[in-house]
């Protein structure tokens, strides 16, 4: 499973790293790192990630596999 983050469409609300703080984490400036850009998603935190991209409330996550 692989994740892809949508950077113009991101507004820093970090939902995404309250669900998956080991996938996604926001800096002082509320700019965003996804830890696994490109990558597969391991799998202890799949199900984290999905809530992520059910939470984002601008829908700027997307599960690609």
């Known amino acids: 499973m692989k994740v892809s983050v949508d950077y113009a469409r991101?507004?820093?609300h970090g939902l995404c790293a309250e669900q998956a703080?080991?996938?996604?984490?926001l800096d002082d400036d509320a700019e965003l790192t996804h830890?696994?850009?490109?990558a597969e998603i391991?799998?202890?935190h799949r199900t984290a990630s999905r809530a992520?991209?059910?939470t984002c409330p601008v829908s700027a996550l997307?599960?690609?596999s």
């Open 10 to 12: 991101c507004e820093g």
């Open 21 to 25: 703080p080991g996938v996604f984490s």
């Open 35 to 38: 830890h696994f850009e490109g």
């Open 42 to 44: 391991p799998d202890e």
């Open 52 to 54: 992520a991209v059910d």
């Open 62 to 64: 997307r599960v690609l």
